[in-house]
């Protein structure tokens, strides 16, 4: 039974679907379509470049393309080079892993001074991800606010925090390491809207704060006495591991460490201050009242340069794709008939590489149960023609192999790789 399959996004949602219709349709002709010249999606763009262990989940999908059935077609965008309804025309399945690529607002004053970066661009910028890498961003010379209290917060004071020798055996980008530490910041302000206890981010990644070597973090506003609650088993473990953690940064010396991370519990954002330029940042104190944050009335500013915002992703849509506010409409993955979504375009930016792992497995099941049988679509073959009709110039497998093979050449010495970062 030959389908002809489109997965749209080669990040790991699609990469773990490609997999799974790859062993379980043998003979299949899947194309595994991307907007970059690059694979990988977020592993590449978004993993943090000192979390090397986990963007080695690259090898598994590396072998997903040793399968004859599976294509990479890099360079080519949905709603640019080819339609989201000559897609439906061309394969039998479209499966949609096309993550959540966009800020998300804070809907606050001053969100559109000089200095007010959302982290999918900041985070895309010292990752080389060719959307964001003029972003040449503002830092200093006064500290700079984090806002949110999930993992890509953390992800971003490490990276602004760590000197270059702690960067040892990462992939940081030759213009970003040169600006952030050209600034040498020494106060770093990580905002969190609840408290310690409700905290997003996960144990492994608050540990590492405590083994930074120049930062000191200093836990402010939560005694860490609150007891978590959660209905879920897992994420509660996580939160009192949490707590545990944070309890012993708070006990932690500060030698001779010259930076500062200010976590800063039970504020919220209000406004951003400056005429042009950031200038500081206003807050209010917060409280949960019947579960819901609620602002208590007290404010108080603090003194940054730069604010980042780490408070989650919405989908980009392209013409013709339904939406439900910032994800695609689905109904337990399904879109529509032969169309399906996995990943966070499908629930949001929520979950790690393996989770989403699951679930894209599942959802291929769930498309390959569904698949109607033989039909006389084109798949690949018309893809090939219609890209050609319209001159783009794609980007296959081998191609990549051949960017990764210049990167790993030129990288730096105690770096594993410089990513080219335009094509
Ligand atoms: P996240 O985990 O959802 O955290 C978002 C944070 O922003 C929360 O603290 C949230 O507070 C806060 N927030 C939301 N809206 C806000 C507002 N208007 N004002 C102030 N604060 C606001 O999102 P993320 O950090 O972007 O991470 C996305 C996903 O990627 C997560 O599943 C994360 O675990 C994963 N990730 C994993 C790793 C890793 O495994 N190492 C690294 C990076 C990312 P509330 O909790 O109060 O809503």
Redesign the pocket.
Known sequence: MSAKIAIIGSGPSGFYAADTFAKKLPGCQIDIIDRLHTPFGLVRA???PD?QG?KNVTRQFERTMQNDDVRFVGNVEIGRDVSYEELKDLYDIVFLAIGASLD?K??IAGEDLKGVYG?AEFVGWYNGHPDFVDLAPKLGPKGVAI???????I?IVRVLAKSMEEMEGSDLCVHAEDRIRATNITDFYM????GAA?????P??ANELGHLAHCHPVILNDDLTEVPENDDPKSLKNKEKNLEILKGLKDQDRGDKDKTLHMQFWA??IAILGDDQVEGLKLERTELKDGR?TGTGKTFEIEVSSVIS????ATQPFDGLPMDGTIVRNKEGAVEAGVYVSGWAKHG????IPTNRKESMEMAKRAIDEFAGPSDKQGPSGLDQLLSERSVETVDFDNWKRIEQQEEHAAREGRVREKIVTF
Do not use: C, M, W
């Open positions: 978004g993993v943090a979390h986990t998300r804070l809907g982290s806002i949110g209290n999930g993992n890509v917060a992800d905002i969190g809207r609840r409700q905290a997003a981010f996960t492994s990644e919220k954002p944050v780490a408070i989650g992703y930016p929520q979950g790690t």
